[in-house]
């Protein structure tokens, strides 16, 4: 039987908050990866992981990194999808109400692989609680060093803000998504 490692620890008591969090080993990935690797090396151990997406395709999440072309001069953004608009899917946001610190350093993490320095969780608008929930675990995250500008005493930096969505767009379909962040209708374009 394979080890459950995503929600291994949903269950102790505390896990949302900074503190226990912490205690049970959280920010130690993203501390190695700003303080011992360089982006590229975050990618090939992803790679070396077998990290695969949560939604249908399982695709493995180091190859996707890997086809992203290299930013030069030009912002790069990270978007993660937690609508959930899939009839009866509850994946996204039991793993935010329940360890929304996990979420945070993912994303910490992924927007130092990728370049990043502004990031959007991007979750259902009905998801009022779990807005709350996200917001707390990234005001801690800023107070405790783990987002803001030269994170831990390094020269990358990182602003995490959470978008609640207006309402349906079409499932799976990224431009859509970010018609819907962007205010507009969720709908692609054409």
């Not at 009866?88 to 993912?106: A, C, N, Q, S």
Request: proline letters at 4%; a neutral charge.
């Amino acid at each position: 039987m394979s080890r459950k490692i995503l929600l291994e620890h949903a269950h102790v008591a505390g896990i949302q908050g900074y503190e226990i969090y912490r205690k049970m080993g959280g920010y130690r990935s993203v501390e190695k990866a700003l303080k011992s690797l360089t982006p590229e090396e975050v990618v090939d151990e992803v790679k070396r992981s077998g990290l695969r997406g949560r939604g249908g395709a399982g695709f493995p999440t180091g190859m996707k990194w890997s086809f992203l072309a290299k930013p030069e001069g030009v912002p790069r953004y990270l978007l993660c999808n937690a609508d959930e608009s899939e009839p009866g899917t509850f994946k996204d946001r039991y793993l935010m109400e329940k360890i929304p610190h996990l979420l945070v350093e993912g994303m910490i993490t992924s927007s130092y692989a990728l370049g990043v320095q502004t990031a959007y969780i991007y979750i259902r608008g009905e998801y009022k609680w779990i807005v709350k929930i996200l917001e707390k675990a990234i005001a801690e995250a800023y107070l405790h060093g783990w987002l803001g500008r030269k994170i831990l005493g390094t020269d990358f930096s990182l602003d995490l803000y959470v978008a609640p969505g207006g309402g349906a767009y079409i499932c799976g379909e990224e431009t859509a998504l970010i018609e819907s962040l962007e205010g507009k209708r969720g709908r692609s374009e054409e």
